[in-house]
């Protein structure tokens, strides 16, 4: 099967780096994600979620900008490539359930959450980063502040995650 971003992928051995279209990236198990979450909810509690979602907000922030100036991608087509990315580099199977840019809502949905399935049992959400990167991507295409929640968990023992962003 084809994976766009694989197949685009460059490495400089001699540096030790792969970018994707001159934006670095780095391959990380998804238990070494989830085990410094873990840690960093022993060490804050409740505000792990919204710490873990800052990063996945900055990534998703600065690749739909980036996408957007490389490809001249309309909104749609950048929520449809972010989707395909976050499937072809192993985050889950993303849907995009809704998107509505004058109502300024996006849902999507992931089956298969790779945060949620290290993760292991919780009693709330725990696919903090891909909220945070739908909310960073979200908060550039409608042009304000946003909400992003994660209203189904697989590690609450839901049958998917599902993300609802509003601005």
């Known amino acids: 099967m084809a994976n766009s971003i694989l197949d685009n992928l460059e490495y ?3 540096e030790g780096a792969i970018t994707f279209k001159d934006v670095r990236y780095m391959l990380i198990r998804p238990d070494t994600v989830v085990d410094f979450q873990k ?3 022993a060490e804050v509690g409740d505000r792990t979620d919204e710490m873990m979602m800052a990063g996945g907000y ?3 922030s600065r690749s739909s900008q980036r996408y957007k100036e490389v490809f001249n991608y309309s909104d749609e087509e950048i929520v449809a490539f972010m989707c395909n990315m976050g499937r072809e580099i192993g ?4 849907e995009v359930e809704e998107f509505d840019q004058q109502g300024r809502e996006l849902v999507v949905i992931v089956r298969n959450s790779a945060f949620a399935e290290a993760y292991g049992s919780a009693d709330q959400g725990v696919c903090h980063m891909i909220r945070g990167v739908m909310a960073g991507m979200a908060a550039g295409i409608f042009g304000t502040d946003v909400r992003s929640d994660e209203t189904h968990c697989r590690a609450k023992g839901d049958d998917l995650c599902r993300f609802v962003v509003r601005g």
């Open 12 to 14: 400089a051995g001699d």
């Open 39 to 41: 840690a960093v909810e």
């Open 58 to 60: 900055t990534g998703g």
């Open 91 to 94: 985050w889950g199977d993303f």
